[in-house]
C-alpha cells in the first residue's frame, strides 16, 4: 500500500517554542491531507483539512494561528504548532489522501510531541 | 451531540467468540463509514469500509449498515487474542468528505 512519512515520530521542547512537523506522501500525490490529534485513551480528533495550493480548513475550536498548516506541494504537508505550552501535549497524525477516495486515506506514524 | 458515537469498553471476549461493535452517526448526509483498528502508539489501519445498507463480509470481519436507524457495526468472528485493540468507527462528512472518527471501543480478547 501506499506510504505516508510523518516526522519526527517524537519531540520534546520546553514552553514557548514551535515545533514544525511533517507529513509526506511517498509514492502518489495527495490533493488533501488530513492532520488529527488524539489525547491519550481519546479518539482522533480532525483539526484540519490540508489542500495543496490554498488554505487550510480549520475545525472548530482550532486555532489557525496557533495550528499553522503548509500544504505547499501534493507530497508534502507541514504542521507547525507555535508558542507551544504543556496543553499542546498530545499525539498528532497526519492522512493523506488519493483521489479523493477515503478508502485510500493513509496515516502517518503520527507525531508524540511531549512539551514540558 | 457528537457525530459519531461509539460505546468506549472495554468489550471482553474469550478467544474464538464473536465481538460485536457498534457505532451511531449524526449526520444523515453521510455515505460512507469505515472501520479501523488502532494498537496503543500506533496510527490507524483500515480494516474495512461500508457504503450500501446491509452486511459486507471479509474473511473473519462482517460490517453491517443501516443507513434508516444510522447505525453501523463490525463482527469479529473466532476473535483472538490479536484483535484486542482500540476499534474505530468513521464516518465521511461534508464538502471535502472528511474522516470524523468515533471515541472508539477498546477490544480485549482473553485466552
Known amino acids: 500500500g501506499a506510504v505516508v512519512s510523518q516526522h519526527p515520530s517524537r519531540v520534546i521542547c520546553k514552553s514557548g517554542t514551535s515545533v514544525k512537523i511533517e507529513c509526506r506522501s511517498l509514492d502518489f500525490q495527495a490533493t488533501t491531507m488530513f492532520w488529527y490529534r488524539q489525547f491519550p485513551k481519546q479518539s482522533l480528533m480532525l483539526m484540519a483539512t490540508s489542500n495543496e495550493g490554498s488554505k487550510a480548513t480549520y475545525e472548530q475550536g482550532v486555532e489557525k494561528d496557533k495550528f499553522l498548516i503548509n500544504h505547499a506541494s501534493l507530497t508534502l504537508s507541514t504542521l507547525t504548532v507555535t508558542s507551544a505550552h504543556p496543553e499542546d501535549s498530545s499525539f498528532y497524525i497526519c492522512?493523506?489522501?488519493?483521489?479523493?477516495?477515503?478508502?485510500?486515506?493513509?496515516f502517518g506514524s503520527g507525531t508524540q510531541l511531549s512539551v514540558l | 451531540q457528537k457525530e459519531v458515537e461509539q460505546n468506549s469498553g472495554p468489550l471482553s471476549v474469550p478467544e474464538g467468540a464473536i465481538a460485536s461493535l457498534n457505532c451511531t452517526y449524526s449526520d444523515r448526509g453521510s455515505q460512507s463509514f469505515f472501520w479501523y483498528r488502532q494498537y496503543s502508539g500506533k496510527s490507524p489501519e483500515l480494516i474495512m469500509s461500508?457504503?450500501?445498507?446491509g452486511d459486507k463480509e471479509d474473511g473473519r470481519f462482517t460490517a453491517q449498515l443501516n443507513k434508516a436507524s444510522q447505525y453501523v457495526s463490525l463482527l469479529i468472528r473466532d476473535s483472538q487474542p490479536s484483535d484486542s485493540a482500540t476499534y474505530l468507527c468513521?464516518?465521511?462528512?461534508?464538502?471535502?468528505?472528511?474522516?470524523?472518527f468515533g471515541a472508539g471501543t477498546r477490544l480485549a480478547v482473553h485466552p
Open positions: 492522512s493523506a489522501r488519493l483521489q479523493g477516495i477515503n478508502e485510500k486515506l493513509f
Open positions: 461500508i457504503y450500501s445498507n
Open positions: 468513521a464516518a465521511g462528512l461534508g464538502g471535502y468528505n472528511k474522516l470524523i
